[in-house]
């Protein structure tokens, strides 16, 4: 299965944009790119998913290399809630197995 | 409103006492999974289920049971947990549609065994 890297943590001062990379370098053709969060005490929740072309949502914008090795989730201004752990992950053709990685744990500074 | 719930949301057993975890959606889902989550091993898939009559192993599936009579529901069984099976379980579930493809959480279920 395609795996992901992320940086382990990361810290953003609250109102200022964030950007959480990823790198998948052995991504298939046909895998889609998802970012789940996973606040303090909750289950993960999904973020946004694309496959070639930059994906834009209420929650996040992801940009997703031209090569397709590489992706950031952006968040355009920080708020304290969005303190948490995120994922990215790829999904097979087939959806069936699902890979979360060990995530990053963003954290935001007031 | 749409959601997965899981029962119980705690429990502490005992080595060998077969328990079983239910898990159930409201959303017509297909696609449903088992994960555990462990300190820095992150969330790993026990099992996943495409359909009804239809599951398959995820990454972590040693010691555990699943099935799927019905679309709603997805239990996980124990038949003798052992104490490396203390874990938060989440259920989780979709449709898989590559256009929405959002997989909905359950609150999760924190297992201590004794």
């Known amino acids: 299965d395609a795996k992901t890297t992320q940086p382990n943590s990361m810290e953003s001062n609250e109102e200022e944009p964030v950007h959480l990379p990823c790198n998948h370098s052995?991504?298939?053709?046909?895998?889609?790119i998802h970012w789940y969060r996973q606040l303090p005490s909750q289950g993960p929740e999904y973020v946004i998913h694309?496959?070639?072309s930059n994906v834009n949502n209420r929650m996040a914008s992801l940009a997703i290399a031209e090569d397709r090795k590489s992706s950031t989730l952006i968040l355009h201004r920080a708020t304290l809630r969005d303190a948490a752990v995120y994922y990215c992950?790829?999904?097979?053709?087939?959806?069936?197995?699902?890979?979360f990685g060990s995530g990053t744990k963003l954290n935001v500074k007031p | 409103e749409a959601q997965v719930t899981q029962n119980p949301r705690y429990l502490i057993t005992v080595t060998g006492k077969k328990l079983t975890v239910t898990c159930s959606q409201n959303?017509?889902?297909?696609?449903m999974s088992w994960y555990r989550q462990d300190p820095g091993l992150g969330l790993r898939q026990i099992y996943y289920?495409?359909?009804?009559?239809?599951?398959d192993k995820g990454d972590v599936p040693e010691g555990y049971k699943v099935s799927r009579k019905e679309k709603r529901n997805f239990p996980l069984i124990l038949e003798s947990p052992s104490p490396n099976q203390t874990s938060l379980y989440f259920c989780?579930?979709?449709?898989?549609?590559?256009?929405?493809?959002?997989?909905?959480f359950g609150p999760g279920t924190r297992l201590t065994v004794t």
């Open positions: 989780a579930s979709s449709s898989p549609d590559r256009v929405q493809d959002e997989q909905y």
């Open positions: 052995t991504i298939s053709g046909t895998d889609y």
């Open positions: 694309g496959l070639t």
């Open positions: 992950i790829l999904r097979g053709y087939n959806f069936n197995k699902f890979y």
């Open positions: 959303m017509n889902h297909e696609y």
């Open positions: 289920s495409m359909n009804v009559e239809v599951t």
